[in-house]
């Protein structure tokens, strides 16, 4: 199920007001450019940023979410109707042979079980055709960026156009290790005094399990990168599906 913050009503639309600053998808598109991506799979695709700077672009996109509501906006923007919207994730998908399949943000770190990585991972390779490529991003555990995700650094008041300030906040309920998961909850105070809290859960995964992993599945991993907008903090991962598996 996907976090209210994205499926519910009054705060998926807050969520590219809340969170303007999208300089962590010049990663994406510049990847995409770098293989002359022609068609892309945008898995989490959210409130469609990314898929519609690519569909700009003339590139051909499927966005998949499991939450309706952030759907629902990415529907609403200009250029929407050059991508195709499915409501689902990436074991549910149609017959794909894309050029490359992306999953930006915490989208890679959503997946709490091995079982359920290892299932998205498949959906992403049957969906690419042979020789394409997934990138994704994901937080170095060492870094321990939890630590920074309290009420105190985190709270921010956004004034939203016909609607008026809100205020958010985070807070982390719980850690545990062996896997490493991380429990937060995302506070978002309206102007009418309601404060509609979302909670999440995060895996942060060594770079030993993420090789093992994506090995599994069939990938190569091709280059291990710096995140440009979080240097030191996060992995950006690019491999592929082999032309060949013979």
């Given amino acids: 199920m996907p ?17 303007p600053d999208r300089s962590d998808l010049d ?12 068609s892309v799979l945008d898995v989490g695709c959210g409130t469609g940023t990314l898929g519609i700077l690519l569909a700009e672009r003339g590139i051909e996109v499927t966005g998949v979410d499991p939450a309706g509501a952030s759907l629902d906006v990415a529907r609403s923007k200009p250029y929407a109707e050059r991508v195709t919207w499915i409501h689902g994730d990436a074991t549910t998908l149609p017959p794909l042979q ?53 009420p105190e650094r985190t709270r921010a008041t ?46 942060f995964r060594s770079r030993e399990e993420l090789d093992a992993s994506l090995g599994r599945a069939g990938f190569d991993v091709r280059e291990v990168r710096d995140a440009p907008d979080r240097p030191g903090r996060e992995w950006v991962y690019l491999a592929h599906r082999p032309l060949s598996t013979a």
């Fill in 158 to 203: 956004t004034d939203v156009p016909g609607l008026g300030p809100v205020t958010e906040w985070m807070e982390v309920t719980d850690v545990r290790e062996d896997p490493l998961l991380v429990s937060f909850t995302a506070h978002n105070e309206f102007p009418d005094g309601e404060d509609v809290v979302s909670t999440s859960t995060l895996r």
């Fill in 98 to 150: 894309v050029d490359l399949a992306t999953m930006t943000a915490n989208v890679a770190q959503v997946f709490l079980t091995d079982e359920d990585w290892a299932a998205t991972l498949a959906g992403v390779y049957a969906a690419l055709r042979p020789g394409g490529h997934l990138v994704f991003e994901t937080r170095v555990p060492a870094v321990r960026a939890w630590e920074g995700w309290t």
């Fill in 3 to 19: 976090d209210s913050v994205f499926d519910d009503p009054r705060l998926a639309p807050l969520y590219d007001i809340l969170d």
């Fill in 27 to 38: 990663t994406y598109l510049a990847i995409a450019d770098e293989i002359g991506a022609r």
